[in-house]
């Protein structure tokens, strides 16, 4: 069920471009996706002109069957419209329930401001699905990036985590977030 879709952004600089972003999040369909939302990077983006990194702040349906949410989230900025938030949320689970992308029945809940999700979904983690990230710079060149790339993902895919990349004074940086042991028990194979 997780959703993402093409945006047209634009920069300070006045550069514009092209990112998909994440409207729909599975959870447990998507493990990675939690840890995305914990180390704080979904729907985060850089501009490929002058490399400034934000955050797209838009509604997010955050999913996860298994611990019983179905939680909507806005913008904190979005409090104040609560009531008519809250109408429009009944809406969607009506559409998704009808379509039947929804069948189990799950309470939604309406929330302000991804850090808040991201604490609801600290606090059941066990203590080995804590927060872990490996991060590492990549050598410039098509190459090398494309390697550390294909890398990553592999661990990513192994670990049930995200990667993360971002680029500073040209150079490629990457970042898998996971679960802390499963990333440990994965650089220890990997010595």
């Known amino acids: 069920m997780t959703r993402r879709m093409m945006h047209d952004l634009g920069c300070a600089c006045g550069r514009h471009f092209r990112r998909p972003l994440y409207h729909i ?69 009506q559409d998704l329930r009808r379509t039947s992308l929804l069948t189990e029945p799950v309470q939604p809940t309406l929330m302000f401001g991804i850090e808040r999700l991201a604490t609801l979904i600290e606090a059941q983690l066990g203590e080995d699905e804590q927060l872990g990230s490996i991060a590492f710079d990549v050598r410039p060149g098509k190459n090398p990036e494309r390697i550390a790339r294909l890398g990553a993902e592999r661990i990513a895919a192994q670990t049930g985590s995200y990667v993360h990349a971002w680029r500073e004074g040209g150079r490629l940086h990457l970042q898998i977030l996971g679960p802390r042991a499963r990333l440990q028990s994965a650089t220890a194979a990997a010595q």
């Open 25 to 93: 999040v599975d959870g447990a369909q998507h493990p990675g996706l939690r840890y995305a939302i914990l180390g704080g990077v979904l729907n985060v983006v850089q501009c490929p002109g002058c490399e400034r990194v934000a955050r797209v702040t838009l509604p997010v349906l955050y999913r996860d069957a298994p611990h019983g949410h179905l939680v909507y989230v806005y913008g904190e900025e979005a409090e104040e419209q609560a009531g008519a938030l809250r109408s429009e949320l009944i809406k969607i689970v």
